[in-house]
């Protein structure tokens, strides 16, 4: 404050200030574990000292356009001047790495001329109000911090882009660069300072806008959040505040009417307590959010007496390729009651120049405010297809979106997802916020079946499985499984296994046969078959049954018996076929009549008909073996 | 041939009655006959009973020509499927023999001749029948109980082939027998 009165000593001063300075930094480059809110205020102090006085050659600025703007330089500060005459110096290009001067915050906000100011009488002084800020709504975001304060040496990632903004709306808006933030990227890593690089930290584009108008008094901070990644991002976002009023801070009303902050204020006001009859610093209303529920309100509103750091938060979530934006509002005004006044039409937009140069799609991009009436809509997919529309867009509110999933060819389209549920395609999506739809699709998998043996069947012995397998695309190959152990794999078709059932136990067991297609997608089929290991084989041939003169053929079969599995059979039934007839039933056998070498003999036989013969065996009534065809 | 052989027996026949008295003679002999067709044995028996009644007319000089009929019958079962077989042998026979003088009463006879024998096999429902001439040739000893009765014990041998299905059958066998006789 000593500076303000003692503008003849001034470069006096600067010299020995900027030596502070540098010492301030190497002090807190050095040790950024201690607590150097000393050093910084220093810094401070000289970045008002330099603005207030452009011309002293430590560093510079010029007016152009007759309304207060300074085009931006290497280092510094542009003032622009509010028509209250309230020139509010933005930090265009700060070195400091603090939490009160980063790129887009206030060092200062003063007024050009006299005003009258309130007293404590309830009258009015003039005066020159000044000294608004020592540091005002640097930005900061963490994926970690929930409640703040805001602090280097934490969790913290604070906006300070460096290198010269630009500006637009007539010279009345600073624009500042495209922040990138990114877990690897070394230079926003040293912004956690103290905690090392914070290399979980999702890539996303920050940049701010900061606005003071020519023809109203207030100035506006667009601070935006672009989601880069190809997943939803979501975490705080905190603004950091250093007042001008020190210690003497006090809370001056709030929206509910009350002198405390609370999440449902939409502003808060606060000035320098009087000195005596007089405060030097300009009443101030800190506009958070906007009237009724907004997309995103305030989850940290801190402000209290004797603390000259109020913060205030918000928690964002912002889809893939979607772009948010937090607006604030400060007005800055002789009188409390002035500032109140101001603040109300700012957080109920009330004010004509609220929205003053920001784009549709800006507008649109508001969360903390009811100012959106439309709302992103991302449409995303799952290898496999794709959708129409795709990608990330914006709807009006209560439109009604239709999607179409098309599956690429060997795919099918499984369900909607995320922001949306159910399988009908297409979509008719209403549009109530901000969302992520997600189709997915799905491979089409191949087919696959189990030719023999036969499902329930029994097996005796060796047998080859076979199965066929088909797909839309290629069939890669087939794997057997018996009980649920993989046996063997067949890249070429006709698919088989060649079983040795002998080697198993007795009883039920699965075979099972997957198919897999050139995208990797899996089909099965799953049989069951009882292994008894019964084995029956016949050999035979046409006799003669000679009475004297009567002769009658016969077939005359040898039977050959295996009962490796030591199963109870039941009884063994000799079928006959006469030329391509139908089998029938000739000869039931008990296990006692059939031992392996035994003949059994049917006849008698029609000359010239062949006749084929098969002998089957019986567990429980089921039949379980079968032999081999004999034709005589 | 078949046909021949037994005009020719039947003419002998009436030739015999018409121009003799006493000199007829009629035999009635049961025989045990053991087949000589292996499979026959196999089905029905080794020995089958065979009636055969002779009609004989002597000729001058004790040679005398006869014709007669014998029934070879049986039942079995076949070796395999133990099927019911039935077969049946009808014998007409023709031949010339010389009866001559032992002792006393005693006497013998020779004979020979050929036969027609029509056979049948049934087998469940299946039947075979067909005919073969065949020879015989038979020798007994004759005692004569008075100048018209006798009885005699005699051997004899029947013997015939066919060919069934192109399988070689056979009829006939050894005889052993006594029979009684009249002499008209």
């Known amino acids: 404050m000593i500076f303000k009165r003692m503008p003849y000593r001034l470069g006096l001063l600067a010299g020995s200030l900027l030596v502070l300075a540098f010492l301030g930094q190497a002090l807190y480059a050095d040790v950024a574990l201690l607590d150097h809110r000393h050093v910084r205020n220093q810094q401070i102090k000289l970045e008002k000292l330099l603005k207030r ?197 006090r809370i001056t009303g709030s929206s509910n009417g009350d002198m405390i902050s609370d999440l449902t204020d939409t502003w808060v006001g606060t000035m320098q307590n009087f000195s005596g009859t007089t405060s030097s610093d300009p009443r101030e209303a800190h506009v958070l959010q906007g009237n009724g529920a907004v997309p995103v309100p305030l989850i940290v509103n801190h402000f209290v007496n004797g603390d000259d750091n109020p913060y205030w938060a918000y928690t964002l979530t912002i889809q893939p390729g979607q772009t948010a934006c937090l607006m604030n509002f400060c007005v800055l005004k002789p009188t409390i009651a002035a500032a109140a006044g101001a603040a109300g039409p700012l957080a109920a937009l009330t004010n004509a120049h609220a929205l003053d140069f920001m784009t549709t799609d800006e507008k649109a991009q508001v969360k903390n405010f009811n100012l959106s009436s439309q709302y992103w809509l991302t449409v995303k997919s799952t290898a496999g297809g794709s959708t129409r529309p795709a990608g990330s867009a914006q709807y009006d509110a209560d439109s009604i979106v239709r999607i179409q999933a098309t599956p690429d060819p060997g795919y ?133 049954e000679q009475a004297w003169v009567v002769r009658r053929e016969y077939a005359a079969l040898t039977v050959h018996v295996s009962n490796a599995g030591g199963a109870v059979v039941q009884k063994y039934v000799l079928y006959r076929k006469a030329g391509s007839g139908a089998y029938a039933s000739v000869k039931e056998l008990t296990p006692a009549q059939v031992g392996s070498g035994v003949t059994i003999n049917d006849g008698p036989l029609t000359k010239g008909v062949v006749y084929t013969y098969k002998l089957t065996a019986f567990v429980g009534g089921a039949e379980v073996a079968v032999s081999n065809e004999v034709a005589i | 041939m078949k046909k021949r052989a037994l005009i020719v027996i039947m003419l002998v026949l009436l030739a015999g009655i018409s121009l003799a008295q006493e000199k007829f003679s009629l035999v009635l002999t049961g025989s045990a006959l053991m087949p000589q067709d292996s499979n026959y044995k196999t089905v029905y028996s080794k020995t089958i009973f065979f009636p055969e009644l002779r009609l004989a007319y002597a000729l001058g000089g004790d040679f005398f020509v006869f014709g007669s009929y014998g029934l070879l019958s049986a039942s079995g079962t076949t070796p395999i499927f133990q099927s019911a077989a039935k077969s049946t042998q009808h014998f007409i026979s023709a031949g010339a023999g010389y009866a001559g003088p032992l002792s006393g009463d005693l006497g013998f006879e020779i004979a020979a001749g050929l036969f027609l024998a029509a056979y049948k096999e049934t087998v469940e429902d299946t039947a075979v029948t067909g005919s073969t001439i065949g020879f015989r040739a038979d020798a007994a000893l004759r005692y004569s109980f008075s100048s018209t009765f006798f009885a005699q014990l005699g051997l004899g041998y029947l013997t015939g082939s066919d060919t069934v299905d192109g399988t070689s059958i056979k009829v006939g066998g050894l005889r052993a027998g006594l029979g009684i006789g009249y002499k008209f």
């Open chain 1, 412 to 544: 099918h389209f499984v369900n909607w997802t995320h922001g949306a549920t159910g399988t009908t395609n297409p979509l008719n999506y209403r549009i109530t916020g901000d969302s992520v739809v997600w189709a997915n699709f799905s491979n089409l998998p191949p087919t696959v079946k189990i030719t023999n043996p036969a499902d329930g069947s029994y097996v005796n012995g060796p047998v080859t499985v076979t199965a066929t397998a088909t797909d839309d695309t290629s069939v890669v190959k087939v794997e057997f499984y018996i009980d649920g152990s993989l046996r063997f794999g067949d890249s070429t078709a006709p698919y088989a296994y060649d079983w040795n059932a002998l080697l198993e136990t007795v009883g039920s067991h699965a075979i099972k046969a997957v198919a897999t297609d050139t995208a990797g997608a899996t089909g099965s089929d799953q049989i069951t078959v009882q292994i008894t290991n019964i084995s029956v084989s016949m050999t035979g041939s046409r006799q003669v």
């Open chain 1, 53 to 249: 006085h452009p011309g002293s050659g430590v560093r510079g600025s010029h007016n152009v356009g007759g309304q207060g703007f300074v085009m931006p330089m290497a280092t510094g500060s542009e003032p622009l001047i509010d028509n209250d005459g309230m020139k509010w110096f933005i930090n265009t290009n700060i070195t400091f790495s603090t939490t009160s001067s980063a790129s887009g915050a206030m060092s200062e906000a003063e007024y050009t001329h006299a005003v009258a100011a309130s007293t404590l009488g309830g009258g009015t002084a003039s005066s020159t109000l000044n000294d608004a800020f020592d540091g005002y709504n640097t930005l900061a975001v963490s994926d970690v911090e929930t409640m703040g304060p805001p602090r280097t040496g934490s969790y913290y990632i604070f906006y300070n882009k460096n290198g010269p903004a630009f500006v637009e709306g007539n010279g009345r808006q600073v624009d500042f660069p495209i922040q990138t933030l990114w877990g690897t990227d070394t230079q926003d890593a040293a912004r956690v300072e103290g905690k090392g690089p914070q290399v979980d930290w999702p890539s996303m584009q920050i940049w701010r806008k900061v606005f003071v108008p020519s023809d109203d008094a207030f100035a506006r901070w667009l601070n935006f959040f672009k989601n880069v990644t190809d997943t939803p991002l979501s975490f705080n976002v905190f603004i950091a505040n250093n007042l001008g009023s020190d210690s003497n801070t």
